[in-house]
């Protein structure tokens, strides 16, 4: 069935446009259509990042020569035309255009926002850590962020996706198409508005901005929107405990029944929208490794 290559999903996209002498034509881009029709939320976001493979709009420092370094590979180019065929494929679905419109919305207004140089902007030089977004100035600030949206609006909240494997594990649970959109995320927290501020943590290299969000049940959720860095193999390692977490499950490895029903390594939702842009599921209840280390600043 084509749920069981879901888990797959990332390593089979970065495959598109990419056909050997040993591989069937085409069979790649079928695959990754059909799992759309499975998971559809996560596989679109999968084909924006690969689409988005040459949008370095955000990078400070080296972005043409990244671009350079890029494109003189011939099969990144044709994998970043083959996920934009995709899309459009995609947009034709009645099915999907929804999804697919939706997605590409809210992945357009993040790396808006990503681009924003938070150095340039008052607030920050002057040593605040909160700043609305009625102090960018430039009308840099995408209106999704200042809006509220529709309660028909169906754009879910990303950070709260279920991950391509524990959406095809609930497929494979139930072919009911209760379970099917529970997998798919239409059941998921959806995007109701966005407080009108963000905050920038006073440690980091890049200094991401901190979202939070207000989904249509009522919580808040925060996000961390990273720009000039690549979340992708970040991305890849949750992939990575999240199959350990499964392996060890099946092999008893977590000792009693109660305690296997508890993941052994934590993880957390790294959703990819751009080589250098990326959003992150905000973990509550911790602290920067730095600070664990050697003490927070009074």
Known sequence: ?????????????????????????????????????????QAVLQLIALGNGTDVRTAKRGADQFAETFLSDASNERRVRAAAGTLEDLRRCPELRQVVNDLLNLATAYT???????????????GHTRVSFDQVRGGLVPPFFTTRQASSTSI????????ARTAARRVA???SPSAQSSSSGSSSPRIYKYEQEFRVPESGVHRPKVLRCVGHDGRRYRELLKSDDDIRQDLVMQQVFDAVNEVCARGGAFGSSRRRRRPLLQTYRVVPLSPLVGVIEWVEGTMPFQDYLVGSRP
């Not at 879910?156 to 991950?163: A, D, E, N, R």
């Open 112 to 126: 808006s926002l990503a681009a924003v140089d938070v150095t340039q902007i008052a607030a920050v030089r002057e």
């Open 1 to 41: 069935p084509t749920y069981a290559f879901a888990p797959l999903l990332y390593q089979l996209s970065s495959r598109l446009g990419d056909e050997t002498s040993n591989r069937p034509k085409g069979v790649v881009r079928l695959l990754v259509r059909k799992l759309c029709d499975v998971i559809p939320a």
């Open 173 to 175: 649970q139930s072919s």
């Open 156 to 163: 879910p909240i990303v950070t709260q996706l279920p991950t």
